[in-house]
T-cell receptor, first 112, second 108 residues
């Protein structure tokens, strides 16, 4: 079965460190989403790309977060510097014809 | 007031029962998504609706655009349906607003 792969699955880091989360979308999918899930806020859309171009990243704190798609097989979400409030599960999802979004298993980030 | 609300927050049902989860929204949308999050955390997209009704197996989703309301129904519920169900308002793919989720437990 095709699946969206996210790495790492778990990350513990100290406040102030850079964190990079990676996502390998399904081959052929042209839309990639980054979501964040916390207990307090639930699911939030951070950014999404279509054909590798960022379409909307209004949900992302721009001063510390950045999202890129260097090529069609890789999407990255970086946080620099990380803060404890960034602790959450970060999901990547990809799709070709919505609603067939497929979600990755998520990266659980803990910033101490 | 949240832009997307769901009810109930928590729902416990006996296996075989008919289940309804409701979603109401106040934002303008092009479509309404229903997502299922399993106890392990994985998320599956169930439906995207812009009008009417869709059915997939034992799952049925309906939407009333005028009333800004959608429902997710599960017929003949089963313990494997236990999950968190989340609705999300989609503004032409530009903006997603998620509901808080409904936690469903189906007991054998």
């Amino acid at each position: 079965d095709a699946r969206v792969t996210q790495t790492p699955r778990h990350k513990v880091t100290e406040m102030g460190q850079e964190v990079t989360m990676r996502c390998q979308p399904i081959l052929g999918h042209n839309t990639v989403f980054w979501y964040r899930q916390t207990m307090m806020q639930g699911l939030e859309l951070l950014a999404y790309f279509r054909n590798r171009a960022p379409l909307d990243d209004s949900g992302m704190p721009k001063d510390r977060f950045s999202a890129e798609m260097p090529d069609a097989t890789l999407a990255t979400l970086k946080i620099q510097p990380s803060e404890p409030r960034d602790s959450a599960v970060y999901f990547c999802a990809s799709g070709l014809v919505l609603p067939a979004m497929l979600f990755g298993q998520g990266t659980r980030l803990t910033v101490v | 007031k949240n832009e997307v609300e769901q009810s109930p927050q928590n729902l416990t049902a006996q296996e075989g029962e008919f289940i309804t989860i409701n979603c109401s929204y106040s934002v303008g949308i092009s479509a309404l998504h229903w997502l299922q999050q399993h106890p392990g955390g994985g998320i599956v997209s169930l439906f995207m609706l812009s009008s009417g009704k869709k059915k997939h197996g034992r799952l049925i989703a309906t939407i009333n655009i005028q009333e800004k309301h959608s429902s997710l129904h599960i017929t003949a519920s089963h313990p494997r349906d236990s999950a968190v169900y989340i609705c999300a308002a989609d503004n032409y793919g530009q903006n997603f607003v998620f509901g808080p989720g409904t936690r469903l437990s189906v007991l054998p």
